[in-house]
């Protein structure tokens, strides 16, 4: 969501027109399940989207803060003593996803 949000509609639209983004991709990555890509595909998504290389970087990076925040989630304390550490570490990854993402 994050990414989408900021992205201004051409860039959406170049990325549907030469699939640079599925809407079943985007679909999962609304809901925050996995979207897996095979290295066939993403080779012919960075060949289509040569022109636009920055929305290329920007989903990229998208995935790769998508890991980091599903990694955190999954790391959920069973203590009620490390829920503040936790906490704070969840306040700072989503800082990073907003500074990271924004045009």
Not at 50 to 72: D, N, W, Y
Request: charge should be positive; aromatic fraction near 10%.
């Amino acid at each position: 969501r994050s990414f989408l949000l900021p992205t201004d509609d051409t860039a959406l639209n170049y990325g549907m027109r030469y699939r640079l983004l599925t809407v079943e991709a985007l679909y999962q990555a609304g809901i925050g399940e996995k979207f897996d890509s095979n290295i066939p595909e993403t080779v012919r998504r960075f060949f289509r989207g040569i022109k636009r290389l920055h929305i290329l970087k920007k989903l990229s990076l998208t995935g790769r803060l998508m890991k980091q925040v599903r990694s955190h989630y999954e790391d959920y304390p069973a203590s009620p003593d490390l829920f503040e550490t936790w906490r704070v570490k969840t306040l700072g990854l989503i800082d990073q996803v907003r500074s990271s993402l924004q045009n």
